[in-house]
């Protein structure tokens, strides 16, 4: 199939969560055409950052691929379909190891859309203990993976940390990319020993208006801080920038760290010219990871978090306060995905280039 050199490529997210994915392929210059996911809040906030794409609210699981027709169109423009599924059945964090999680296979409902619709290119970003949920080459990815080249997709995957992409985070992550048109690279890191310095909490957070906890800017609704028991204020006050629970006095350790060393990053504060820890869906609790502010003594704010992540100060959120934190925990940093989306349209114009 030929498409034109100017030609916009269009987007299909599935598990969009918030549009974290989409919002890095639009700004790298895509078409976002629609978002599928089963969380309401998640298509309400997707809804409210891209109101021209079509959504689909509901289980993978439950939809038929032909609900993607009036999207799709005359295919007349290249497709690219993701597929970043919920990652917890995968991470180092999810102890079980019971096969019949059934979100460990919709990696497969994934594939149903792939085969029906034949995009040109498919990407994939995952925690990564995804590629070795596998036994006897038997598992979501390695079946994924056949069906792949049985199709007629080229394709490259690795595990690549964020940083390298601008992100403030060290957060490392599964990625493929497949494309259907020829041989086809993952992008070259952008940030690190061979590029840019790597990004910063300061670089991202730096100069939004001061919070307490339990406070909400006037300004941005989506700029407010958990709220804070005295006793979990008085251990802030006790932690400066970069810190954590070892610098308090001991009457303020709880039982389990006495005799416990792990887990050293709970109750802790980010260092202002660090990268921030990996953001989970708990990223504004300050006693599930390191999300202290650097120097206010309060958890990251909402706000603070998405920015972390990279999303652009201006993007909204829909939900309660635990609900916009899961979001943004579970989303693709959009500047690693922008990355990827920028890959993806030199490769279509090379490819173009070769058959004009």
């Given at each position: 199939m030929t498409f034109g050199l100017d030609m916009s490529i269009k987007v299909f997210d599935f598990f969009s969560g918030c549009g974290g994915t989409s919002c890095g392929f639009e700004s790298a210059g895509m078409e976002i055409a629609l978002g599928l996911d089963l969380d309401s809040d998640s298509a309400k906030t997707f809804q409210k950052n891209f109101p021209e794409a079509e959504f689909i609210l509901g289980d993978i699981r439950d939809i038929h691929t032909n609900a993607l027709a009036n999207s799709v169109g005359n295919r007349e423009v290249p497709l690219l379909f993701c597929g970043c599924a919920p990652c917890q059945p995968f991470s180092r964090q999810n102890q079980t190891t019971d096969s019949s999680d059934s979100r460990r296979n919709l990696l497969s409902e994934f594939a149903r859309f792939v085969k029906a619709w034949l995009p040109e290119y498919v990407f994939i970003e995952n925690v990564p203990g995804m590629q070795k949920i596998a036994v006897d080459n038997v598992g979501p990815l390695p079946s994924f993976l056949k069906l792949l080249k049985k199709l007629g997709y080229s394709y490259e995957s690795r595990v690549i940390p964020a940083s390298h992409f601008g992100v403030p985070q060290k957060r490392e992550r599964f990625v493929?990319?497949?494309?259907?048109?020829?041989?086809?690279?993952?992008?070259?890191?952008?940030?690190?020993?061979?590029?840019?310095?790597?990004?910063?909490?300061?670089d991202w957070i730096n100069g939004l208006p001061e919070l307490n906890a339990?406070?909400?800017?006037?300004?941005?609704?989506?700029?407010?801080?958990?709220?804070?028991?005295d006793l979990n204020l008085h251990r802030i006050?006790?932690?400066?920038?970069?810190?954590?629970?070892?610098?308090?006095?001991?009457?303020?350790?709880?039982?389990?760290?006495?005799?416990?060393?792990g887990h050293s990053d709970v109750y802790g504060r980010l260092?202002?010219?660090?990268?921030?820890?990996?953001?989970?869906?708990?990223?504004?609790?300050?006693?599930?990871?390191?999300?202290g502010h650097p120097n206010q003594d309060r958890a990251i704010s909402v706000r603070e978090a998405a920015c972390l992540q990279t999303f652009p100060r201006k993007y909204k959120f829909y939900g309660q306060l635990q609900s916009k934190a899961r979001q943004i925990g579970n989303a693709v940093p959009p500047l690693m995905a922008k990355a990827v989306g920028r890959q993806v349209i030199k490769h279509l114009k090379e490819m173009q280039k070769q058959v004009s």
């Open positions: 493929l990319l497949a494309s259907r048109i020829g041989k086809i690279d993952l992008p070259v890191a952008t940030h690190g020993p061979l590029g840019k310095p790597f990004s910063t909490v300061r339990g406070e909400r800017s006037k300004k941005d609704p989506d700029h407010v801080a958990a709220k804070l028991s006050r006790n932690t400066p920038e970069g810190g954590g629970r070892n610098d308090w006095p001991k009457s303020l350790w709880l039982d389990c760290h006495k005799s416990h060393i260092s202002w010219d660090k990268p921030a820890s990996g953001l989970t869906t708990k990223c504004i609790s300050y006693s599930n990871g390191r999300f």
